[in-house]
């Protein structure tokens, strides 16, 4: 059946897919972490400023040497603020990419699993109807031996094992159909005077020949 070609093909699709997308999740969860520690960052600076900004305003802070030292702490601060700031931006645009990468990883990875439930389906019903057909060939094979002799069924069931299924060969054409070699005119000779209930075999490829009218005696 095609689909079980498709289904391993498929399946190591999905699984480097699927590692992809776990590399890509451990991306986006590294980031989110770096991403709330930048922002934390910049919350304790911005606090830190306001907490100063409003020392100054109310007037808490009157020594002229605090006052200055305030100053160019502020000045320090606002500094770290767009640095920092600049640093949200850059880890929010990283986590964007690596969520984007995500995405993608994770919907190959839902597509072939939709894929593959549609391959395995058809699978499975190929699958019953040939069970089906086996079933109906068994039976008919059973019908067919009915009233063989024994040793006959048997070298069959040993030829079949031996010949890939196939321990029987029509002689068509002066041809064996299982090995597909032309048998010389003296064998053809012998076979043709041969009783029409004994059992002839191919010279070459050991099988039982089924004489019949298009067999070329």
């Given at each position: 059946m095609?689909?079980?070609?498709?289904?391993?093909?498929?399946?190591?699709?999905?699984?480097?897919?699927?590692d992809?997308?776990?590399?890509a999740?451990?991306a986006?969860?590294?980031l989110?972490?770096?991403q709330?520690k930048v922002?934390?960052?910049?919350?304790?600076?911005?606090?830190?400023?306001?907490?100063?900004?409003?020392?100054?305003?109310q007037g808490?802070?009157?020594?002229?040497?605090?006052?200055?030292?305030?100053?160019h702490?502020?000045?320090?601060l606002?500094?770290?603020?767009?640095s920092?700031?600049?640093?949200?931006?850059e880890?929010?645009?990283r986590?964007?990419?690596?969520?984007?990468?995500?995405d993608?990883?994770?919907?190959?990875v839902?597509?072939?699993?939709?894929?593959?439930?549609e391959?395995?389906?058809a699978?499975?019903?190929?699958?019953?109807?040939i069970?089906l057909?086996?079933a109906k060939?068994?039976?008919?094979?059973?019908l067919?031996?009915?009233?063989?002799?024994?040793?006959?069924?048997?070298?069959?069931d040993?030829?079949?094992?031996?010949?890939?299924?196939v321990?029987?060969?029509?002689?068509r054409q002066r041809?064996?159909?299982?090995c597909?070699?032309?048998?010389?005119?003296?064998?053809?000779?012998?076979?043709k005077a041969?009783?029409?209930d004994?059992?002839?075999?191919?010279?070459?490829?050991?099988?039982?020949?089924?004489r019949?009218a298009?067999?070329?005696?």
């Open positions: 095609p689909e079980l070609a498709e289904i391993v093909a498929l399946q190591t699709t999905r699984k480097s897919s699927d992809q997308a776990r590399d999740q451990i986006v969860d590294d989110a972490v770096e709330q922002d934390s960052d910049v919350e304790t600076v911005k606090a830190r400023r306001e907490r100063d900004r409003s020392r100054m305003d808490l802070v009157t020594n002229p040497k605090d006052l200055e030292r305030m100053t702490e502020l000045e320090s606002e500094r770290r603020i767009t920092l700031e600049d640093d949200e931006l880890v929010m645009a986590l964007e990419e690596a969520q984007r990468t995500l993608e990883f994770s919907g190959k839902r597509e072939a699993d939709e894929k593959l439930a391959l395995m389906l699978r499975d019903q190929k699958t019953a109807e069970d057909q086996l060939v068994e039976a008919d094979r059973g067919a031996a009915e009233g063989l002799p024994d040793d006959l069924v048997a070298l069959y040993r030829l079949r094992t031996q010949k890939g299924g321990g029987a060969a029509e002689l041809r064996c159909s299982g597909q070699l032309s048998i010389d005119n003296a064998e053809l000779a012998v076979i041969s009783p029409s004994l059992v002839i075999r191919c010279e070459e490829c050991s099988r039982i020949l089924v019949t298009e067999s070329g005696l």
